[in-house]
T-cell receptor, first 118, second 112 residues
Framework: GAVVSQHPSWVICKSGTSVKIECRSLDFQATTMFWYRQFPKQSLMLMATSNEGSKATYEQGVEKDKFLINHASLTLSTLTVTSAHPEDSSFYIC??????????????FGAGTRLSVL | KQEVTQIPAALSVPEGENLVLNCSFTDSAIYNLQWFRQDPGKGLTSLLLIQSSQREQTSGRLNASLDKSSGRSTLYIAASQPGDSATYLCAVHYNQGGKLIFGQGTELSVKP
């Protein structure tokens, strides 16, 4: 299956700093990428959907100025957590989907990034 | 509101048992449904994908069924092994920008 690489896998930062997480589709063009957040023992919650070359669509309750998403190319999307605070500590997972629409066009997931804000 | 619910939240079984994980969804107008496996601290591994027109999919010891009319899917694991221990997530794909809606997951522990 298709490969999605997410980097870094784990990051520790000080409160007030910004952290950037990268999501790359290695062997296909990802016209749409999704960013999820997962708290311990809980399911994945969609944060935002980004289409290449356009602004991301954020889910209700997600601060777009806090979680900056850039999808400037068909193989790369980035999530920047600005002015991170301890409550932003979580597991962030990206997924990517190719161009063709339909029931067989599925999302491929990255391995996730664990963010710890001290 | 489109919701996905998984029962039970946690399950512990002895090795060798056959088991069933349940997933229910509130809106039957789905595109497809996926079952994922997630190991602690890791990303998602796709196990099975069932299209809306299908009733079941099989892969090795895994069998997933889909009943759209009742809004349910089950994941059947035959002859469970300790290596099957993980959290299993059900996700439904609706036509709303293509986003997946996830259930809360079932944490499975298979004891040797």
């Amino acid at each position: 299956g298709a490969v999605v690489s997410q980097h870094p896998s784990w990051v520790i930062c000080k409160s007030g700093t910004s952290v950037k997480i990268e999501c790359r589709s290695l062997d296909f063009q990802a016209t749409t990428m999704f960013w999820y957040r997962q708290f311990p023992k809980q399911s994945l919650m969609l944060m935002a959907t980004s289409n290449e070359g356009s602004k991301a669509t954020y889910e209700q309750g997600v601060e777009k100025d806090k979680f900056l998403i850039n999808h400037a190319s068909l193989t790369l999307s980035t999530l920047t957590v600005t002015s991170a605070h301890p409550e932003d500590s979580s597991f962030y997972i990206c997924s990517a989907r190719g161009a063709s629409w339909g029931p067989k066009n599925i999302q491929y997931f990255g391995a996730g990034t664990r963010l710890s804000v001290l | 509101k489109q919701e996905v619910t998984q029962i039970p939240a946690a399950l512990s079984v002895p090795e060798g048992e056959n088991l069933v994980l349940n997933c229910s969804f509130t809106d039957s107008a789905i595109y497809n449904l996926q079952w994922f496996r997630q190991d602690p601290g890791k990303g998602l591994t796709s196990l099975l994908l069932i299209q809306s027109s299908q009733r079941e999919q099989t892969s090795g010891r895994l069998n997933a069924s889909l009943d759209k009319s009742s809004g349910r899917s089950t994941l059947y694991i035959a002859a469970s092994q300790p290596g099957d221990s993980a959290t299993y997530l059900c996700a439904v794909h609706y036509n709303q920008g293509g986003k997946l809606i996830f259930g809360q997951g079932t944490e499975l522990s298979v004891k040797p």
